[in-house]
């Protein structure tokens, strides 16, 4: 089958098949969840004569066996001394914020608790900065997590990279060095309502929760509202498909509260990393298209190092190169948006493990491994930016940023 007619398909399907990951290049892959009404596919003329394996035979016997529901549902301590939170399972986001908040008390010279806004249904979106107070001015770093609500294994092994890197200043020389010279910005859960209801209704929600113009197609992609190229393509104007991007740009209040955080730092943000699952790669600018910019070689670089020391101390291989060129075209992703309008030359999107075996579904014997990778990845990819030759005052920072008034 011609490569096009396998695109045309995805383009054609998008709306109403659950796709959860697809490697448009040679060698690539597709998942896609199908329902058993929907198994005629296999056999369409569309498909028939594409190979496939069957990754995964029943998705929710899957989910019945790596349950976090019942009583593997984090539960609220009822001992002022010990927390509710568990860093070896997943956590409800009520025991995430307040795990943050207990972290923040117990650091108090090395951390700062934010608040960027409040989603729809009232949750408070918190950042984590971490780094010496007295530095207000040095170099900062973001990473965020649960942008897409049934990505848990992101919010949990970012929780765990805070608490690395909490642990590690003044025990751990790299850490401390790293912390002593450079400000993180960490945003674990940025999809609070969408991550609830991931929990407490449907396991595999992806956006968040704002009602929209259909009354029983409620949320939007939050990865796919922000102000670049937005409606474009790899989006979609249709408010039930799971790639929805919102009436329009910004009008969600967890992408707006990113935004506006991020816009206030833009003069000294060193690099941007948004995490996400599956796939295990390390995607570089641009989503939205396929030219290449003029700062490739130095993003290639950074993957590089930074996928060389995911596979030194974890064993995993990771895949990098330009975002279009691994996966597929996307409009109004937050990494194209902090690249080409705040001009901070190192964007990335991490997609973590697995690669399908469970895909969404990772159990939580995956967290520890998978908090390894963010910490050795994005700790040499940040050393490599910051060595780099005016990392802070390149002719992209010299570009006229565009101011904006923000609206909650």
């Not at 530095?135 to 990473?143: A, Q």
């Not at 993957?303 to 101390?313: P, S």
Request: aromatic share 10%; hydrophobic share 35%.
């Amino acid at each position: 089958m011609d490569v096009q007619d396998i695109l045309s398909f995805i383009a054609e399907t998008r709306d109403y098949l659950d796709y959860w990951q697809t490697e448009l290049h040679v060698g690539g892959h597709v998942d896609v969840r199908l329902s058993r009404q929907q198994d005629y596919l296999l056999s369409s003329q569309h498909l028939r004569n594409i190979s496939h394996t069957v990754q995964i035979e029943d998705v929710q016997k899957l989910l019945n066996k790596v349950s976090h529901f019942g009583g593997g549902r984090t539960k609220r301590s009822t001992s002022n001394r010990s927390p509710d939170y568990s860093y070896s399972r997943f956590n409800n986001p009520a025991a995430t914020h307040r795990e943050m908040y207990r972290l923040a008390a117990q650091y108090p010279n090395l951390t700062r608790l934010v608040g960027v806004g409040s989603t729809h249904q009232g949750r408070p979106l918190l950042v984590m900065e971490i780094g010496l107070k007295k530095e207000r001015n040095c170099p900062m770093v973001w990473v965020d997590g649960g942008l897409h609500a049934r990505e848990w294994i992101t919010v949990a092994a970012t929780m765990l990279f805070i608490k690395k890197l909490l642990e590690g200043y003044g025990s751990d020389p790299y850490i401390t060095t790293m912390l002593d010279s450079t400000k993180f910005a960490i945003q674990p859960l940025a999809n609070p309502d969408g991550y609830a209801y991931s929990w407490n209704s449907e396991r595999l929600w992806r956006k968040n929760r704002s009602p929209t113009s259909v009354a029983w197609c409620k949320g939007v992609d939050l990865n796919r509202n922000f102000d670049i190229n937005f409606g474009g393509q790899g989006a979609s104007d249709f408010s039930c498909s799971e790639i929805y991007n919102g009436p329009n740009a910004f009008s969600e209040h967890e992408s707006k509260g990113i935004a506006r955080y991020l816009s206030s730092v833009r003069h000294k943000l060193l690099g941007y990393f948004s995490l996400h699952s599956y796939g295990q790669m390390w995607l570089t600018p641009l989503s939205y298209t396929r030219k290449k910019v003029t700062d490739r070689s130095e993003h290639l670089d950074v993957a590089h190092h930074a996928t060389r020391k995911i596979k030194e101390v974890t064993g995993q291989k990771y895949s990098y190169g330009p975002a279009t060129a691994l996966m597929y075209v996307t409009s109004g992703d937050s990494s194209d948006w902090v690249y080409s309008e705040l001009n901070c030359s190192h964007t990335y999107g991490i997609e973590l493990g697995d690669m399908g075996r469970y895909g969404f579904l990772l159990p939580a014997s995956h967290i520890k491994p998978t908090s390894k990778v963010i910490l050795s990845g994005v700790l040499a990819a940040v050393e490599v930016i910051a060595a780099g030759p005016d990392n802070l005052t390149t002719t992209r920072r010299q570009r006229k940023y565009k101011r904006r008034k923000w609206r909650n």
